[in-house]
């Protein structure tokens, strides 16, 4: 049978904690740094975000994902027996060994699955649909669960104002099914790309296998994020915009004719500069940023659940998603819910 997937369900999850802009240039205050409510929400649009108390097992990664995992099976009216196949999308992973994906599997009993992580940072969760949907066309796979899930604010820099103003902590999911090809609700473009030659614009330099956490290592925080902010921004706008362009050029489809686009919530300016240049206006364009930051691989995911729940995504219509991240990654996806 010639096949097509399709986004049957999604869910999310995030911890309890909210974390202000002021709560931020509180922390900052102990390092001597200033910033500020104001410039907090011009520069970025972030009001607040969510934590996770990892002493807390209900709030690491793998227990985020389940119970988004959870809510988006119930939703597209599928057990955890029928998943066959999980892809979890994080760079925050439990552990390094196993994957997370195995730790989820575990959680929510998907005895009958087989499960990996990706690691394509932000990009992660539209890197996980596609792969999703080539597992699904070669036949392989039936039903996949894929989650966005990361636990970011553990590799956050508390005293680089650059950014730990921008993360935070959550989780989404969807269930990707096969359906006939001829199906109108299917997953219907998509475009990747990455240029390792970015890397360094936004990585952890140490606690992989190339270079060891050391004490004086630690002191530097070379085990956290590092990030070049400003050249990160430019190259976001070129690269959301060329990857939605490309998707959209496959179906021949103008922009116009989008119900909605989820783009990945780094920057309430970046988005609005890429949504400029695609040619979808604002009120189009799915946002939850101001409210839970950039929450990395779990952002589209998020935002699409929240957009589904409360209506404003209705069955029939095109969504166009959108990101980029560390790598640097990128990548488009649009369907028809
Ligand atoms: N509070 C107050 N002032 C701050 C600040 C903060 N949190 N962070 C930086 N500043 C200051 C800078 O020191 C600089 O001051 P100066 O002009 O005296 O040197 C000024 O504000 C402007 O800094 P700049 O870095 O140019 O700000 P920006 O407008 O580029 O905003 C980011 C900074 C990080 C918000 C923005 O560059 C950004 O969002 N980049 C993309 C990051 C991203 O998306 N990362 C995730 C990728 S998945």
């Known amino acids: 049978m010639e096949s097509a997937a399709r986004i049957i369900g999604t869910g999310s999850a995030f911890p309890e ?3 202000t802009n002021d709560d931020i240039a509180q922390e900052l205050i102990r390092f001597g740094l200033k910033t500020n409510n104001q410039w907090i929400i011009e520069r970025t649009g972030i009001i607040e ?19 988004a995992a959870k809510i988006a099976l119930e939703r597209a009216g599928r057990k955890p027996e029928d998943i ?6 994080t760079c925050s992973p439990d552990t390094l060994m196993p994957s997370t994906a195995c730790w989820l599997q575990q959680k ?14 932000c990009s992660g969760f539209i890197y996980g649909v596609v792969t999703a949907e080539q597992f699904i066309l070669s036949g392989h796979s039936k039903t996949v669960l894929v989650v ?19 993360f935070g902590d959550g989780a989404g999911a969807a269930v990707v099914e096969q359906v006939p090809a001829r199906s109108s609700q299917r997953i219907l473009s998509s475009h990747l ?24 290592r630690y002191a530097q925080n070379l085990h956290k994020m590092h990030m070049s902010g400003r050249e990160l921004f430019k190259v976001a706008v070129r ?48 946002i939850n940023l101001d409210r839970f930051g950039n929450t990395s691989a ?37 369907f028809r819910w």
């Open 193 to 216: 790309s990455s240029d390792g030659n970015l890397s360094k614009l936004l990585y952890i330099p140490a606690g992989g296998s190339s270079l060891e956490v050391t004490p004086e």
């Open 17 to 19: 904690r909210r974390m």
């Open 148 to 166: 966005g899930g990361e636990v970011l604010s553990q590799w956050v820099n508390w005293q680089d104002r650059n950014i730990c103003i921008l």
């Open 108 to 121: 929510i009993g998907a005895r009958s699955a087989w499960a990996m992580d990706i690691n394509a940072a």
């Open 298 to 334: 779990a952002t589209i995911p998020t935002a699409l659940d929240e957009a589904i729940r409360d209506g404003r995504i209705r069955e029939g219509q095109t969504v166009l998603t959108d990101a980029f991240g560390s790598g640097l990654t990128a990548g488009a996806l649009l």
């Open 239 to 286: 690269t959301l915009t060329e990857c939605a362009l490309r998707t959209l050029e496959k179906l021949h489809m103008p922009a116009i004719k989008l119900d909605w686009f989820v783009p990945h919530q780094a920057n309430l300016r970046i988005i609005e500069a890429v949504a400029n240049r695609i040619g979808i206006p604002m009120e189009k364009v799915i």
């Open 84 to 89: 066959d196949q999980i892809i979890y999308a």
């Open 49 to 67: 975000r969510r934590i996770s108390n990892i002493q807390n097992e209900a709030e690491i990664n793998s227990s985020l994902g389940a119970r």
